[in-house]
Each structure stands twice: as structure tokens, then as C-alpha cells.
């Protein structure tokens, strides 16, 4: 449980830097320990200043992956196998998913619902996969997802942006 939640800190870290960077940054608010935003699937708020000078909130998901090297991204379809919870991919009500490669430092913007709409249409196209997630005491569930591949989702989601942090 101690390195997936450093991969979640250090990914979260590193894209609040991002956003406080930004000029039209007003404020950034972590929002991961908040019940009412769990159960949307949003970890960070994020208020920037548009040029007409009106105050805009974006909510970002925040998905932090060390397995650049695959060419994939893994995109969460079932939170917890044995109770059917669905994945976080196919409920969160961010307006992006920030995707961070932490050890490259490569933040990936994934603009939703639209490509979410866009892998729904073609899941049976990408393998599905599995993996164990520890929560404690030698305990853990498992986390169904599918793989896919980055250049195919660059390809076919438009509005998807790449930056290095």
C-alpha cells in the first residue's frame, strides 16, 4: 500500500507544482481525503482566472503510473474485483484525467467524458488486466483495467496534451 500511495502523493505533488505555476492560477485544492469528492472520482480543484476575467473550476483525477516503458496507459474498468465496484475511469466527473508518469516526469492530459466515451467504444479492442492493490495486513483486491496504447488514444481523443514537468 506504501508505494502505490507514494506513486498517488508524488503524482499529486507534481501536477499541483504544475498548476501553481500557471498564471491564471487563483487556487489549487487537493481534494483527495474529501468524501464528497471520492465519490466522484476528482482529486484536485483547480480555479484559474479566464481573460474575461471570470473564475473557472476544473476537477482533475489525478492517476500516477510508474510503467511508462509499456506504451500504455492502464485505464481502471472494476475499482475492486471481488465487490464489482466499477473502475475509476468509468465513473469520475473530472473534466480531465491528469495520467502522470512519475519517474519520467510526463504528464498526460486526458480530456473527459470524451475519451472515455471514445475507449467505451472500443474496449473489447485493448486486454484486459489485472492487478493486486495491498491495503494491510498481508490483505488486498484486485483492480481490473485494460491496457492502451498511448499512440492509439493520441490518435483518436482529441484535445489530449502532453507537457513535461
Known amino acids: ?3 502505490a500511495s507514494e506513486i498517488a502523493n508524488r503524482a499529486a505533488s507534481a501536477i499541483e507544482r504544475k498548476l501553481w505555476s500557471q498564471p491564471s492560477t487563483v487556487d489549487v485544492v ?17 480555479r484559474r482566472k479566464l481573460e474575461d476575467g471570470s473564475i ?30 466499477p473502475g475509476c475511469f468509468m465513473y469520475t466527473e473530472a473534466d480531465f484525467v491528469y495520467y502522470y508518469f512519475v519517474d519520467e516526469g510526463e504528464l ?7 475519451t472515455r466515451d ?13 492487478t493486486s492493490t495491498p491495503v494491510g495486513n498481508g490483505k488486498h483486491y484486485v483492480t481490473v483495467g485494460r491496457l492502451v496504447p498511448r499512440h492509439v488514444v493520441l490518435a483518436n481523443v482529441p484535445g489530449v496534451k502532453i ?3
Open 1 to 3: 500500500m506504501r508505494d
Open 118 to 130: 471514445w475507449f467505451k467504444k472500443h474496449l473489447s479492442q485493448f486486454k484486459e488486466r489485472k
Open 56 to 85: 473557472k473550476t476544473i476537477k482533475i483525477e489525478v492517476k500516477g503510473d510508474r510503467h511508462y516503458y509499456t506504451g500504455n496507459y492502464f485505464l481502471e474498468t472494476i475499482s475492486n474485483e471481488s465487490k464489482g465496484t
Open 163 to 165: 507537457l513535461k514537468l
Open 30 to 46: 487537493n481534494v483527495e481525503d474529501d468524501a464528497a469528492y471520492q465519490s466522484k472520482d476528482i482529486d484536485i480543484l483547480w
Open 108 to 114: 498526460h492530459i486526458l480530456p473527459m467524458p470524451a
